[in-house]
T-cell receptor, first 112, second 116 residues
Framework: ETGVTQSPTHLIKTRGQQVTLRCSSQSGHNTVSWYQQALGQGPQFIFQYYREEENGRGNFPPRFSGLQFPNYSSELNVNALELDDSALYLC???????????FGEGSRLTVL | QQPVQSPQAVILREGEDAVINCSSSKALYSVHWYRQKHGEAPVFLMILLKGGEQKGHEKISASFNEKKQQSSLYLTASQLSYSGTYFCGTDAEILRSGAGSYQLTFGKGTKLSVIP
C-alpha cells in the first residue's frame, strides 16, 4: 500500500469520447506525475505537477491535460480518445527533491 | 530515448543469482529501479545518482557506470517473491526541468520468474 489511490480502476470508452481520471496523493506529497503503460511496456511519462502547475511534459499531444488541486490531488483528462489510448494510467506521488515515486494501482482504460 | 534493458526475460530457480542491465544513449543524472508484479503498481527499489555509490537493499544491489551510461541490478540468492518485471528508469541531464523533479524514461522491462 503506497497511500496513492486512483479512480476509476477500470473504464471503457468509445473513440472520440473524453475521460477524466483521478488520483489522491500520499499525505504530504507535493508532486504528482502521470504515466501511461501500454500492455507489455514500461511506463511512459505524460506530465508532472508541482504546486498546481505543470512542471514538465513528455511526448504527448495537447489533448492530454491535467490539473493539480490545493490538496495535491490530481486529474488527468484525455479528449478525443483514440484506440491507441487504451492503456493503464499510473499516477505517482512524490516529495520534490526526493527520488522515490509512490505509484497507485492505476486506471485501466479501454477505448473501443 | 528509451533505455535498453537486457535480458528481456529470465527464469531462475530459488537461490540462484541474476543480473539485469540497463543502458542509455544519453548522459544520465540518475538511474531508478522498480519492480512490478502482475496487476500491481510498480514499487521503488533504489535510486543511483551520478557520482553516488553502489546501493544495496537486502539481497538486491545495483551499480551505475557513469562513463558508459549503464546500470546493473544484482539479485542474489533469489526468492520466489522476487518474481516480477523489473524496470529501470532514467533521468537524463538534458531533460531535467529543475532540481528534484524526476521525470523518468523507463525501459521495456525484464521479466524475472523464480521457480521452486
Amino acid at each position: 500500500e503506497t497511500g496513492v489511490t486512483q479512480s476509476p480502476t477500470h473504464l471503457i470508452k468509445t473513440r472520440g469520447q473524453q475521460v477524466t481520471l483521478r488520483c489522491s496523493s500520499q499525505s504530504g506529497h507535493n508532486t504528482v506525475s502521470w504515466y501511461q503503460q501500454a500492455l507489455g511496456q514500461g511506463p511512459q511519462f505524460i506530465f508532472q505537477y508541482y504546486r498546481e502547475e505543470e512542471n514538465g511534459r513528455g511526448n504527448f499531444p495537447p489533448r492530454f491535460s491535467g490539473l493539480q488541486f490545493p490538496n495535491y490531488s490530481s486529474e488527468l483528462n484525455v479528449n478525443a480518445l483514440e484506440l491507441d489510448d487504451s492503456a493503464l494510467y499510473l499516477c505517482a506521488s512524490s516529495l520534490r527533491n526526493t527520488g522515490e515515486l509512490f505509484f497507485g494501482e492505476g486506471s485501466r482504460l479501454t477505448v473501443l | 530515448q528509451q533505455p535498453v534493458q537486457s535480458p528481456q526475460a529470465v527464469i531462475l530457480r530459488e537461490g540462484e543469482d541474476a543480473v539485469i542491465n540497463c543502458s542509455s544513449s544519453k548522459a544520465l543524472y540518475s538511474v531508478h529501479w522498480y519492480r512490478q508484479k502482475h496487476g500491481e503498481a510498480p514499487v521503488f527499489l533504489m535510486i543511483l545518482l551520478k557520482g553516488g555509490e553502489q546501493k544495496g537493499h537486502e539481497k538486491i544491489s545495483a551499480s551505475f557506470n557513469e562513463k558508459k551510461q549503464q546500470s546493473s541490478l544484482y539479485l542474489t540468492a533469489s526468492q520466489l517473491s522476487y518474481s516480477g518485471t523489473y524496470f529501470c528508469g532514467t533521468d537524463a541531464e538534458i531533460l531535467r526541468s529543475g532540481a528534484g523533479s524526476y521525470q523518468l524514461t523507463f525501459g521495456k522491462g525484464t521479466k524475472l520468474s523464480v521457480i521452486p
